[in-house]
DNA sequence: TTAGCAGTTAGCGCAATGCCTAAATACCAT
DNA sequence: ATGGTATTTAGGCATTGCGCTAACTGCTAA
């Protein structure tokens, strides 16, 4: 969770995984996008791998980074659970749940 | 956005806002939680309050600050909608939306 | 005004971050 | 093996972040 938290801290990384949510890209594609150098973006890619939200597998020459959409979302979904108690969670399993629509202290 | 994820890249900050989820609190109430000064927790309050976490009163010697729950929720779903396409938010006015389910790349 | 508590601001030291270039590694093709 | 492309690792440098103590401001109470 720290490392989640960390890894989105910086607006770069953030647009990396924005940019992998439509697609799978290579290393080489990711940083063609960003004016910084290669190097920094896989230093950037790999806190990212760190951190869980993104995967790879070399194909070949090249690398392959996709999202992992699952811990991103239940990390940030996990934390505003805790700060807003019993809120509607944004995954599957709690549709139900949804609906009851608690209202806390700001209702 | 770039300072609500800096904000919570720490975990003091992360806590504090959990501490505000339950209940008003006062600089002091919220420094004597941490074996931190009250200078960096007062640091810390400034941060989360410049990026609209948290929201502070002055009422006698004290300072209160609250939780801002609207924007850390807008905030974060409002990026997880970015990177999940479509997905389900977390925010109320679409409860109609949450019963659909939209499945992606992960259903 | 003086004393005292609550909180913030200022300034310092140290560790971590983020960028770079250059060099190394991994793989493909010849 | 050799050369070329893709990516990572290594090392350096400037900037930022986070903790501290000391000093300052705001309020309450005599």
Redesign the interface.
Known sequence: M?RV??A??S?VR?QI??LL??AELSAGDIASRFKISKPSISQHLSILEAAGLVASERRGQFVFYR?V??N??NT??G??Q????V????R?ES?TR??K?TPLS?G
Request: charged share 25%; net charge positive.
């Open positions: 720290q938290f960390e989105l801290a607006s953030r995984l924005a949510s439509h999202l959409r699952e991103l979302v940030l979904d934390y505003v805790q700060v807003c108690p809120r509607r969670p944004l599957k549709a949804a609906a629509a700001e």
